[in-house]
């Protein structure tokens, strides 16, 4: 196994620290948790982020931790499982560590949709429409067919500061506001990563650049940007939903300072961050529907971010055929729910062990052929 272990007694921004064990390229909630899990194993960390830390598609998630159903790829629900049942612990570490509360909730969520039927989760219970009255009174029920699937929320943008701040407690450094330009490499081997202001050392280099992943060299990653949009409105009172509902045409995820959110679109838009007037509308529309208490709701904010697909709908989780060069991305709509997984499963890889499930099926190197 790697050792990370150092003499090195503090590092910070402006300390003279020439070289790192591990350099992250990008600080959403994938690179952040990664790099704070490379750090408790002893590494050095340098995380470099092109804009604002936390900000892209981990700013603009739903949180929904969904483990189960057809969106989840069957390769993935085994990994996806696991992440699900880590979360407990891994929230109450972030919130010990950076004293930010992350809003895990565990009401779970009241599916209509025919398609959460083809894997229901173990404990899942089938509903009837007085059910669903009882547990949801201003809930209009789009369907006479619905199921209870005990699956937890997250606020994304909670999570993905409470990762910044305990990244910072742990000194790991993070520099923003300079676009990676490339991984270099000599002999087969990475020896630094350059911005478009300067070059940092380390033998150890991590592709988390997300829906970026694909610009960054020497291994080619097909790696594209998905919209999403997404609204938030102030609910009538605190707890006027309880559970997470998710309909074939729109979810709603409620969070326990009285949001809600309403969402969410998958669009072919490139690198277009722009929220389309209509589209917003629709989900709005979707939302009323559901719950027409909702008219006199006061709408926040609306946004979009763009999630980083892959040509197969699976992570990119290993090794490249470049000596030091890692790659943790493409987790398209599961960034959040998987990023206590990845951290694990990679940090372990980095540091030269085996990880304790096969990550064959989301190895770069399957894209070789």
């Not at 039927?117 to 209009?140: Q, T």
């Not at 209870?148 to 923003?176: G, N, Y």
């Not at 946004?303 to 493409?330: M, S």
């Not at 998987?338 to 951290?343: E, G, K, M, Q």
Request: net charge neutral; hydrophobic share 45%; proline share 5%.
């Amino acid at each position: 196994m790697r050792c990370f272990a150092h003499v090195v007694v503090f590092i910070f921004y402006n300390a003279k620290v020439k070289t790192w064990d591990v350099i992250v390229v990008g600080a959403g909630v994938i690179g952040l948790t990664l790099a704070r899990e490379l750090c408790k194993a002893g590494a050095t960390v340098l995380v470099l982020e092109r804009g604002e830390a936390g900000r892209e598609a981990s700013y603009a998630a739903g949180g929904m931790l969904a483990d189960c159903g057809d969106e989840t790829p069957r390769q993935l629900q085994e990994l996806a499982s696991l992440s699900a049942r880590m979360y407990p612990e891994f929230a109450h570490e972030l919130q010990d560590e950076s004293g930010v509360q992350v809003d895990l909730r565990g009401q779970g969520t009241i599916a209509f949709t025919a398609l959460q039927h083809s894997c229901l989760h173990p404990s899942s219970i089938a509903l009837s429409l007085a059910e669903v009255e009882s547990r949801e009174p201003e809930l209009v029920a789009p369907s006479p067919v619905a199921a209870f699937l005990p699956e937890r929320s997250v606020d994304p943008r909670a999570l993905t500061a409470a990762a910044l701040k305990a990244c910072l407690h742990r000194e790991v450094v993070i520099a923003s506001g300079a676009e990676v330009t490339s991984i270099d490499v000599s002999q087969g081997r990475v020896t630094s990563v350059t911005t478009t202001k300067t070059s940092y050392h380390a033998p150890i280099a991590v592709n988390c650049a997300g829906a970026w992943a694909g610009q960054l060299g020497p291994f080619q990653l097909p790696v594209r940007p998905v919209r999403g949009q997404m609204l938030a409105v102030v609910m009538p009172r605190r707890e006027y939903l309880k559970h997470v509902i998710r309909t074939s045409d729109v979810y709603l995820i409620p969070r326990s300072n009285g949001r809600m959110l309403i969402g969410a679109t998958v669009e072919e838009a490139g690198f277009d961050k722009r929220t389309i007037r209509q589209t917003i509308h629709s989900l709005h529309a979707a939302a009323l529907r559901l719950m027409p208490g909702l008219v006199e709701a006061k709408i926040l904010e609306d946004w979009a971010g763009l999630r980083p697909g892959t040509v197969d709908d699976l992570p990119i989780l290993g090794r490249t055929d470049v000596d030091g060069y890692f790659v943790a991305t493409g987790h398209y709509r599961d960034g959040i729910l998987l990023a206590p997984i990845t951290a694990t499963v990679m940090a372990t890889l980095i540091g030269g062990g085996k990880p304790g499930c096969d990550l064959a099926a989301f190895s770069p190197l399957r894209f070789n052929a």
